[in-house]
Nanobody, 123 residues
Framework: QVQLVESGGGSVQAGGSLRLSCAAS????????MGWFRQAPGKQREGVAY???????RYTDSVKGRFTISQDNAKSTLYLQMNSLKPEDTAMYYC?????????????????WGQGTQVTVSS
């Protein structure tokens, strides 16, 4: 069974940086989409960044220019580099991935989810 495990969350001051990692086990699809989502208390979950098997990326407007999603296929790991963090970035961050027939990020739907890692940004 596919398992996604996030790490790298923590507490930082505004303007700081964090790098989140998502280790994917038994995830061997060659065409897929993986993404990072976040959910703050009392708010709906939102998609932050996506990357597909071709390396194409998408970002929500609020993180463009500050966050970078990347993947290391050899390590089966997804990353989210977060720079210039703001208090409004505070949330639980989740890694997600698709399975066939969802082979790209167009649907916005994901089949596998991690347990999340907390990011707290103080002003």
């Amino acid at each position: 069974q596919v398992q996604l495990v996030e790490s790298g969350g923590g507490s930082v001051q505004a303007g700081g940086s964090l790098r989140l990692s998502c280790a994917a086990s038994r995830y061997t699809y060659t065409r897929y989409c993986m993404g990072w989502f976040r959910q703050a208390p009392g708010k709906q979950r939102e998609g932050v960044a996506y990357i597909d098997s071709a390396g194409s990326t998408r970002y929500t407007d609020s993180v463009k220019g500050r966050f970078t999603i990347s993947q290391d296929n050899a390590k089966s790991t997804l990353y989210l580099q977060m720079n210039s963090l703001k208090p409004e970035d505070t949330a639980m961050y989740y890694c997600a991935a698709t399975r066939p027939p969802r082979s790209n990020c167009n649907s916005g739907l994901f089949d596998y989810w991690g347990q999340g890692t907390q990011v707290t940004v103080s002003s």
